[in-house]
């Protein structure tokens, strides 16, 4: 650490108790930024990486759903294959063309800006399944709507996300999948008119990503970087000149090592604070006071709840909106989940599995890492598409059994293989029923076995 007393916070008269508290709501402002630039990084930028998708505004395609293998996002589901598009809409507007597929099967494009924000959905709920052409055009351009173009779609931010999700019915469906896919197409505006295509802008120097598995204030500079593709938004004006103190914000460079020792410590414990934050959510979470629905939307929607933004990207970067899917994010009795200890149980009396116009899923993963889990069935998630597989209650009931042993045969039907000590499981509901939406079904708490070994 520097040990020098002189230094911008300092000599604003910054005391280190406002330096604790501002790092404290910065750190919670910035984290999803950082989350997500640590992906487009790993997906768009570094061709060395294992995670690399391919180059800005080309549709990349996995060819089948997550494995244990891919580490490219925490928690990543295994019901639908993904799509991958990053979007550099510096120079022009981007055109994003949606393939018309079966009524019967969900597709979606899910519209992610450097914020994290879900500003829009293109596919089964927010366009239908016919298909059709959008032009997806950064802040500032105004152009016309071209000629058979469904609809433009702004984004607050110059380089932003498609995610796409593809519905899996069974391994035997994923050629029609894969046709799907190859559907998914984007290119520049000017390509799409057969105009001269407008000059690019430099480059950008792509800084490395801050390792944001270790809280530390590696992610304000990063975060400074990502500013300059961010205008900054009205609503955050006040937020940002208390950020500025700290030399956080747009047109800012933070240098931890020129502040003082005093000040730097207290940006560290700022930073500590915030795990009291999540906390204080994961019990209003875990007590069903909070759900994902609350975490995850448009910038309108979340009215600049920062704190729940950040969650989300704790819990599940590019959580979608609660309109496309609901998580539930399970423990027992609010206790950890842990198979080295227990064998658990869900359990779905007649007529309780969620109403939902696509489909539900719960997908097991580590508990330390959030990935998926290795396991001699190659399964990874139990889901309503394929219900007739399972063995039910003489009342017509469903347990589905979580544990790390196979529980025999007359169970294993139902069974989700956990591994040997702490995991995490995430319920989902795509395109949920009204029941769903309104908070009148209730997922079942996950149980302890009760004659568990």
Same mark, same amino acid.
């Given at each position: ?41 790993? /997906? ?11 180059? &800005?505004?080309?549709?990349? +395609? ?20 993904? $799509? ?25 494009? /899910? ?7 879900? @500003? ?38 110059? @380089? ?17 999948? +894969? ?23 430099a480059s950008p120097d792509w800084p490395l ?46 240098? &931890? ?34 759900? $994902? ?15 729940y933004r950040y969650v989300g990207a704790k ?13 539930? @994010?399970?423990?027992?009795?609010? /206790? ?13 009396a007649k007529g309780e599995v969620p109403p939902?116009?696509? @489909?539900? $899923? ?34 017509? $009931? ?13 169970? /294993? ?13 995430? &319920? ?26």
């Amino acid at each position: 650490m520097n040990g020098c007393s002189t230094n911008q916070a300092s000599d604003s008269g910054l005391s280190p108790s406002d330096a604790r508290a501002i790092a404290r709501e910065a750190y919670i402002y910035c984290f999803p930024m950082a989350a997500n630039y640590q992906t487009m990084y790993k /997906q768009a930028i570094d061709k060395s990486s294992p995670d690399y998708r391919g180059v &800005f505004n080309t549709v990349n +395609n996995s060819k089948s759903v997550a494995t244990p293998e891919d580490k490219f996002v925490v928690t990543p589901n295994s019901d639908t294959p993904y $799509s991958y598009l990053w979007m550099h809409l510096r120079a022009e507007p981007l055109v994003v063309t949606m393939p018309k597929i079966e009524p019967s099967r969900y597709y979606t494009a /899910q519209l992610i800006d450097l914020y994290t924000y879900n @500003f829009a959905y293109l596919g089964t709920r927010a366009s239908g399944n016919e298909g059709g052409i959008f032009v997806i055009a950064a802040p500032g351009w105004n152009g016309p709507t071209p000629a058979g173009v469904k609809a433009v779609i702004h984004t607050e931010t110059q @380089f932003a996300y498609a995610l796409f999700r593809t519905q899996l019915f069974n391994m035997a469906d994923l050629a029609k999948v +894969n046709k799907i896919q190859s559907g998914y197409h984007a290119e520049p505006l000017s390509s799409f008119l057969h105009q001269p295509a407008p000059a690019a802008p430099a480059s950008p120097d792509w800084p490395l990503p801050a390792d944001i598995a270790a809280p530390s204030p590696a992610i304000f500079p990063v975060v400074n970087f990502l500013f300059q593709f961010c205008p900054p938004n009205p609503s955050e004006k006040e937020l940002l000149a208390r950020f500025a103190k700290l030399n956080i914000g747009p047109g800012q460079t933070f240098d &931890f090592t020129k502040f003082s020792p005093e000040i730097q410590q207290a940006i560290n414990d700022g930073i500590k604070d915030s795990a009291d934050d999540l906390g204080a959510v994961m019990k209003k979470v875990n007590a069903d006071e909070v759900s $994902s629905g609350d975490m995850f939307g448009t910038r309108d929607f979340l009215k600049d709840n920062y704190l729940y933004r950040y969650v989300g990207a704790k819990l599940g970067l590019y959580g979608n909106s609660k309109q496309d899917a609901l998580y539930y @994010f399970v423990d027992a009795n609010h /206790q950890p989940l842990d198979a080295s200890k227990s064998s658990y149980e869900l359990h779905f009396a007649k007529g309780e599995v969620p109403p939902t116009k696509a @489909f539900w $899923s719960l997908t097991m993963y580590n508990g330390k890492t959030q990935l998926l889990v290795e396991n001699p069935l190659k399964r990874y998630l139990l889901n309503s598409t394929t219900l007739k597989s399972y063995k039910y209650g003489p009342d017509g $009931s469903l347990t589905l059994y979580i544990s790390n042993k196979n529980p025999g045969a007359a169970k /294993q039907s139902n069974w989700l293989p956990a591994p040997d000590g702490a995991f995490y499981c995430v &319920f989902r509901v795509y395109l949920p029923g009204d029941a769903v939406l309104n908070g009148s079904w209730k997922k079942p708490p996950i149980q302890p076995e009760q004659n568990n070994p």
